[in-house]
């Protein structure tokens, strides 16, 4: 066993993995949100919610190329603000990124369902977690080539769904219902504006991993970046208007909110039977698979550098002696996994990601603040554009969402709450009194 991470990205796997991250966002969990805001009000929520991800996505590129570390957030935090700073970016980091994949495994048991509906839903997220979990610790090369194939393929379905469903679209179908629960509805969807690009953080924890992190890091954040924002519109519009929004939120005759958006979609422009409806359920797969693999990759990075530097058990910061892979860690993360898995509520699942997020991108921004005010001497690849505009533009916004996700959110805020408190106690408990 080694403590060591292994250099074999270019900046192509790296643009890769940042779009692979976050892509099954467009495949579902963004629909959830039109319940609650309807078609106006999560508009006007993801385009609230892009702005604070450009924002933030130039200034974190900043602090991965000065400080290319797998635990992302969290090593730039402890660095900049200290050590108990550090520790609660890191611990909303594991959050993020541990409860992000069960919400994606019941979506792929859900597409691969309409193939195979008499196989459980759960018993196919499962055997996602265990292949998945598997591949990541084969090798992080062949997880990024991997990565790298079926995020082209999702692109690629993405915009075939656009061309075939864009010409249906009507502003009479897309404005149906414009703002079922008026305005307060436009922050009631923020957490699901969010998913649209939640864990493209996740690009700073292979920096490790990069040959060249200083340059290949800040261009596959911004290429990912733009890519994600063309995609989030146009699944939003072309999904949406062609008829209503309640139609990509409830599948035929039932009142459960669905998984599968896009199918629904499709099915209502070209019916159930035809090639291109299944082609969409076969290769969505891919993008379902592209953002939960990823995540995993990110997450072990995440979970490896708690272990390596003592805020978790060492045994959870060793790599593979032959593979240079965090297998312990990957194990771990997935075990957790799977048990959030069987509560059932990808809806509850998603938001406590988000809590997650939103707290690691205010603790970064801070983060960055105090280190460009601490070690100006720092080498700097990479420099914010727009500064102090662009980092002081996210904070506010993620500020504002973060209220609204409590306000909104109470009791799955409080067990975000917990959890951070239980992290602190081993902090304090195990972690800061050895240190002393």
């Known amino acids: 066993m080694s403590n060591e991470l292994k250099k074999t990205l270019g900046p192509v796997m790296i643009w890769g993995l940042g779009v692979g991250y976050v892509i099954s966002g467009d495949y579902f969990g963004w629909n959830l949100g039109l319940a609650e805001g309807g078609p106006v009000g999560l508009l006007v929520a993801t385009l609230f919610v892009t702005l604070m991800y450009v924002c933030f996505v130039m200034s974190y590129a900043e602090l991965s190329c000065a400080i290319p570390r797998a635990g992302g957030a969290f ?18 980091q594991i959050i993020e990124f541990v409860f992000a994949p069960p919400a994606i495994a019941a979506a792929i048991g859900a597409y691969f369902n309409i193939f195979f509906p008499e196989v459980p839903v759960i018993a196919i997220a499962i055997a996602a977690y265990v292949l998945f979990t598997g591949i990541n610790i084969y090798g992080v090369h062949f997880s990024a080539v991997l990565e790298l194939i079926v995020t082209v393929l999702a692109v690629g ?4 769904f656009g061309g075939i469903t864009l010409p249906h679209f009507t502003w009479a179908a897309f404005l149906t219902d414009p703002l079922p629960n008026g305005a307060s509805g436009i922050f009631a969807a923020i957490p699901f504006a969010i998913w649209f690009y939640l864990a493209i953080e996740g690009i700073a924890n292979v920096a490790e991993e990069a040959k060249n992190p200083q340059k290949d890091i800040s261009k596959g954040f911004l290429a990912a970046m733009t890519t994600l924002v063309f995609l989030a519109m146009l699944v939003f519009f072309s999904s949406v208007g062609v008829n209503g929004w309640r139609e990509v939120v409830f599948a035929p005759g039932s009142e459960t909110p669905s998984d599968s958006p896009l199918p ?8 159930t039977d035809h090639i291109f409806y299944h082609l ?6 891919f993008g379902l698979i592209a953002s939960f693999h990823g995540i995993m990759l990110a997450a072990g990075r995440a979970t490896f550098e708690f272990g390596r530097e003592g805020y978790a058990p060492r045994f959870l910061g060793k790599t593979l002696e032959k593979r240079k892979t965090p297998a312990a860690a990957l194990i771990l993360n997935m075990g957790v996994g799977i048990l959030a898995l069987f509560t059932g509520k990808t809806g509850e699942i998603i938001i406590m990601a988000v809590f997650g997020a939103l707290t ?3 603790v970064s921004i801070f983060a960055l603040f105090a280190l460009r005010k601490n070690e100006p001497g720092l080498v700097r690849p990479y420099v914010t554009p727009l500064y102090p505009a662009a980092p002081l533009c996210a904070l506010t916004i993620a500020g504002v969402c973060l209220v609204a996700m409590f306000w909104y959110n109470f009791q ?7 959890m951070v408190a239980a992290g602190y106690c081993w902090y304090f408990v195990f972690v800061r009194a050895v240190a002393k």
């Open 75 to 92: 090593v730039y935090a402890t660095r900049g603000l200290g050590r108990g700073w550090g520790y609660l970016a890191g611990v909303a």
């Open 360 to 362: 690691l991108y205010i």
């Open 264 to 271: 629904l979609a499709m099915a209502h422009v070209l019916g």
């Open 280 to 285: 969409l359920i076969a290769i969505g797969l």
């Open 157 to 160: 379905e993405l915009l075939l």
């Open 412 to 418: 799955i805020g409080l067990v975000y709450l917990s």
